[in-house]
Nanobody, 124 residues
Framework: QVQLVESGGGLVQAGGSLRLSCAASGRTFSSYAMGWFRQAPGKEREFVTGISRSGGNTYYADSVKGRFTISRDNAKNTVYLQMNSLKPEDTAVYYC?????????????????WGQGTQVTVSS
């Protein structure tokens, strides 16, 4: 069982930056590949980025490539999402998720555990 708690969301102007954190409970954090998803009002939950168990591999949605960076610290049981050059279309609730597989999956159904989400609002 893994419990995930996101933090770091807020209101920021376009062009600004935010850093999200996702703290995981348990001693098996390094056994999970991690992902960040987001969901805007009236839209489906979409994949943002993912990172492998060791942190050696990452994958990004085209919409955030070059602006967002995912990282993890297995000693601190935490995964991070650094978001730069934010745009109004990045406004959404951001969720972190964990899956027990080796691969970085882009579909929500492949993830076993989810956080409660943190709101990110980018004003124009």
């Amino acid at each position: 069982q893994v419990q995930l708690v996101e933090s770091g969301g807020g209101l920021v102007q376009a062009g600004g930056s935010l850093r999200l954190s996702c703290a995981a409970s348990g001693r098996t954090f390094s056994s999970y590949a991690m992902g960040w998803f987001r969901q805007a009002p009236g839209k489906e939950r979409e994949f943002v980025t993912g990172i492998s168990r060791s942190g050696g591999n990452t994958y990004y949605a085209d919409s955030v490539k070059g602006r967002f960076t995912i990282s993890r610290d297995n000693a601190k049981n935490t995964v991070y999402l650094q978001m730069n050059s934010l745009k109004p279309e990045d406004t959404a609730v951001y969720y972190c998720a964990a899956n027990a597989g080796r691969a970085i999956y882009s579909t929500p159904a492949q993830y076993d555990y989810w956080g409660q989400g943190t709101q990110v609002t980018v004003s124009s």
